[in-house]
């Protein structure tokens, strides 16, 4: 375990702030694919994130060819901005009509590749009740899921893929402006979820800002690097990474963890690597979450390619 730096040590190195929020790139999910693959090679869970890097091209695709979303009223806007609200949250914002089209367009895609558990699923799927999939998808946003046979905990990820594109394409309508300011919150101020975890980035952004990464709508919002982001805590916050024979096994990812709260909330570093994705270094390192989780720490962020029984 590694003490961060001191807040005054940071101001130093952190160079020019970047924006506060950071709203999704069109090509988030094909970016995201990319570092996919290039983790899998080698990896001991290589098969695994092959397969979600299908997962995430076949986002891509329903993204690019999605008509853009429109976007919300002035007035629900500013009544956000006045008030800290997310503008397109996840509790409250109704699922969109063909959201069932995109979760079997998604399943089409991913079918051939997936696991027999995952095919046998999929092909229940069209007798799957539409009332069930509804409740489920709500469950999943609110991060309350009740998943109550093998076959709906099969369907969850596809669930959760599905969810990412609508929300990321509603969170790509919203102009920066849209979005309220001023918070360093431990929920999206686009659409009210949990980051899935931080990242630490370069170039434009600003060199050595951290970022925490929306779990759902890919929206990205600033953080103070020596901050829990949970609980806003600053006192005690300390870094673990995974080791290997001959060095960290992979340097560009350290869980942080806070004494307040007891979570821990990956932070992903550009610095350390260019090509370093938020979501796809956190399906890569999830031995890192089993560690700080024997030292006492609940792991924090939320990755919707991942449900447990």
């Known amino acids: 375990m590694q003490k961060l730096l001191t807040p005054e040590e940071i101001a130093v190195q952190a160079g020019t ?16 694919a990319a570092r996919l693959e290039q983790l899998a090679d080698g990896h001991a869970m290589g098969d695994f994130l092959r397969f979600a890097a299908r997962l995430a091209r076949a986002q891509d695709t329903l993204l690019r060819h999605r008509a853009p979303e429109t976007r919300p009223a002035d007035a629900h806007l500013a009544r956000c901005r006045q008030h800290g609200m ?7 914002t109704p699922l969109p009509a063909d959201w ?24 229940d799927l069209p007798d799957f009740p539409r009332p069930r999939l509804d409740a489920i998808a709500r469950d999943i ?7 109550a046979n093998p076959l709906e905990l099969a369907l969850a990820p596809l669930l959760g893929a ?4 609508l929300w990321t394409a509603r969170a790509r309508a919203l102009q920066p402006a849209d979005v309220p300011t001023g918070f360093e ?3 999206c101020p686009c659409c009210g979820a949990v980051p899935v975890s931080s990242i630490v980035r370069i170039g434009d952004a600003g060199h050595g800002v951290r970022y925490a990464t929306c779990s759902l709508c890919a929206t990205e919002w600033h953080v103070t690097r020596i901050k829990c982001v949970p609980c806003q805590n600053t006192r005690g916050i300390a870094y673990q990474g995974l080791e290997g024979e001959t060095g960290p096994a992979h340097p560009a990812v350290k869980a942080e963890t806070c004494p307040e709260c007891h979570s821990s909330l990956k932070l992903v ?9 938020a979501f796809a270094d956190d399906l890569a390192t999830l031995a890192l979450d089993m560690l700080v ?7 924090a962020g939320r990755n919707l390619f991942l449900f447990m029984p």
């Not at 702030?17 to 995201?32: I, K, Q, S």
């Not at 946003?141 to 998943?147: C, D, G, P, T």
Request: no cysteine.
């Open 17 to 32: 702030e970047g924006a506060t929020h950071r709203l999704p790139a069109a090509d988030v999910f094909a970016n995201r």
């Open 86 to 92: 997310p503008p397109i949250g996840a509790f409250d």
């Open 185 to 187: 919150g431990g929920q």
């Open 162 to 165: 599905t969810l990412q594109v």
């Open 293 to 299: 989780d024997e030292t006492g720490f609940h792991r």
């Open 141 to 147: 946003l609110r991060a309350e899921e009740h998943l």
């Open 100 to 123: 069932v089209y995109v979760l079997q367009a998604i399943a089409f895609e991913v079918a051939p590749h997936a696991p027999a558990s995952l095919q046998n699923a999929i092909a």
């Open 269 to 277: 570093s550009m610095e350390k690597d260019p090509l370093a994705d």
